[in-house]
């Protein structure tokens, strides 16, 4: 099986051993995990790959781990790729596919970074895991560490949705609540990261972190049946996995594996929190640091650290970045879930409120295939859509009250 060979740094080149680092030395740049894609050439296939397991492992061979039986897996990934008929009525839209990744085993999009983090730690002697988070995150930690035997010590907001906090500390890791926002959390854990001899998901091992997030487009791909899509619409947190999804059709298109064109890749994110969305508006080369305030708390990132890389890709591919408000984030989640079923959590109101937005405003002909990642489940920011929006009735245990109430 194909190994990774190192790290590379994405701005001067320069190279390193596999390690527990993220920052180039040299130019403090981000490092990226370096394949060896003649190995991986050599053995890769459609078929190799529909033959794996149900899950985002099927991609093993683009995934950067040294060892097959290191994988700590709670089966996440390969989750539904929907054609999304009545929604992509309302909004005008005949080909649109939502990805569901509600359906993950902590129920949101992060267990595939998280799977391949944990999984790395541990077969490099690592003990303990930790992160900064803003819910998922931690949630996934949490568990995906129980399930390797690790220690876990989460770093989050103090005020995070209760929601999040109960289904993180079910697992029993270290929680600690810290007064101050995801910004301050972030630059707290940089600190404890030259003190402690902890793997951090989104600091020493970034790199083989980020890596995960490519799965999601891999497997849309597979599940279009081996074609590209012609865009798609990714939510921007810290930028991480918007990065790595060009990386992974890059990936795709050089080995062989799907014809066709790069996809147009376009950014969501919560007026509340849209640093990269203003200086896309401003045609700035920066992203200018903003003090998050929006329900979307999963992505209420407000320095992103792949912010400018964001921007360049949607440039590049011919995709754009849209924002949208509280009003809009909730009714996006009433409308996904009224005309598709699927109840996600606010990250996924911002996403699928700029797809609305953008389609009304004319951006697609209509026919082209649209996809949509849904990142996270609904029952993770219930709070927000707390007043009922259905209709619902009373009645007394009698059909004459049934008739009454109901059929009137
Ligand atoms: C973390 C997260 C994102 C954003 O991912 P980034 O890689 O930080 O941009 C989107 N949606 C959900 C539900 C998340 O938890
Ligand atoms: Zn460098």
């Known amino acids: 099986m194909p190994r990774p060979l190192g790290l590379r740094c994405r701005e001067c ?5 596999l390690q527990a680092t993220h920052v180039c030395e040299a130019c403090f740049g981000p490092l990226d995990v370096v394949y060896d894609y003649d190995a991986i050439r050599r053995v890769i296939s ?8 149900p899950s985002m492992w099927r991609w093993r061979d683009l995934l950067p781990l040294e060892d097959d039986a290191a994988v700590v897996s709670l089966g996440e990934g390969f989750t539904p790729l929907v054609r999304a008929e009545r929604l992509g009525a309302a909004l005008g ?12 085993p902590t129920n949101s999009f992060k267990d595939r970074v998280v799977s391949v983090a944990v999984s790395w730690a541990r077969a490099h002697g690592f ?19 129980a399930r ?3 220690d876990s010590y989460v770093f989050m907001p103090d005020d995070i949705e209760s929601s999040k906090v109960v289904a993180t500390s079910v697992f029993e890791p270290n929680v600690v609540a810290v007064h101050g926002n995801y910004d301050e959390v972030n630059r707290l854990c940089s600190q404890l990261v030259d003190e402690h001899p902890w793997a951090f998901c989104n600091i020493n091992v970034r790199p083989f972190y980020a890596e995960g997030s490519k799965t999601l487009t891999f497997e849309t791909v597979e599940q279009l049946g ?3 899509p012609d865009e798609i619409v990714i939510p921007i947190g810290s930028g991480c996995q918007f990065v790595r999804h060009r990386r992974a059709a890059t990936e795709l298109l050089e080995l062989g594996l799907v014809d066709g064109d790069m996809p147009r890749l376009t950014g969501a994110q919560a007026l509340g929190c849209a640093p990269v969305y203003r200086a896309w508006q401003a045609g700035s080369a920066q992203v200018a640091p903003v003090r998050p305030d929006t329900i979307a708390r999963s992505i209420a ?36 879930a009224r005309t598709e079923g699927i109840f996600a959590e606010t990250a996924a109101g911002v996403t699928i409120g700029v797809l609305a937005k953008l389609a009304r405003a004319g951006r697609w002909r209509g026919d082209e295939l649209i996809v949509a990642y849904v990142t996270g489940h609904g029952l993770k920011t219930a709070n927000v859509v707390d007043q009922p929006s259905g209709r619902r009735v009373e009645i007394d245990p009698t059909l004459r009250s049934f008739r009454e109430r109901v059929l009137a």
């Not at 080149?13 to 051993?17: D, L, T």
């Not at 839209?93 to 993950?104: E, P, Q």
């Open 301 to 336: 990132i407000g320095n992103p650290s792949d912010g400018v890389y964001v921007m360049r890709i949607a440039e590049e591919t011919g995709g754009t970045i849209e924002a949208v408000s509280e009003e809009e984030i909730v009714e996006a989640i009433r409308l996904l």
């Open 148 to 150: 390797a035997g690790l």
């Open 127 to 145: 003990e303990t895991m930790g992160c900064a988070s803003t819910g998922n995150l931690a949630n996934s930690l949490a568990a995906y560490s």
């Open 13 to 17: 080149g320069a190279e390193y051993e």
């Open 226 to 228: 081996w074609r590209m």
């Open 93 to 104: 839209l005949s080909n649109l596919w939502l990805k569901n990744d509600t359906m993950n």
């Open 46 to 53: 459609r078929a190799r790959v529909e033959s794996g397991p």
